[in-house]
């Protein structure tokens, strides 16, 4: 079993930043490396959405709704993939989940809440 580990989420003010972690402790560098890796979110009573994806390439792809304000990235060496998220807005509040795609597998971490609030 691939355990993921997310961090950094906390309450922000509109317009304010945010830098997500995902650390992946128990996997070697060499799995991690070829991991591709994705962030969701999802808020209560709705469906986990796609939020952003880096490829073992360092290939990225978002959703179109947080394009131009997140980043996502990986530390292979600290087997940790991040995301950082600008000018977050009330809309972006929910839980973030981080996610693994080991071979045919996939793993979830259980989550880091981010609430946007004045």
């Known amino acids: 079993q691939v355990q993921l580990m997310e961090s950094g989420g906390g309450l922000v003010q509109p317009g304010g930043s945010l830098r997500l972690s995902c650390e992946v402790p128990?996997?070697?560098?060499?799995?991690?490396?070829?991991?591709?890796l994705a962030w969701y979110r999802q808020t209560p009573g709705n469906q986990r959405d796609f939020v952003a994806t880096?490829?073992?390439?360092?290939?990225?792809n978002y959703a179109d709704f947080v394009r131009g304000r997140f980043i996502i990235s990986r530390d292979n060496a600290k087997n940790t993939v991040y995301l950082q998220m600008n000018n977050l807005d009330p809309e972006d509040t929910a839980a973030y989940y981080c996610?693994?795609?080991?071979?045919?597998?996939?793993?979830w971490g259980r989550g880091t809440q981010v609430t946007v609030s004045s």
């Open positions: 880096i490829t073992t390439t360092g290939r990225t």
């Open positions: 996610k693994g795609i080991f071979g045919n597998s996939q793993f």
């Open positions: 128990r996997v070697s560098k060499t799995t991690f490396r070829i991991a591709e």
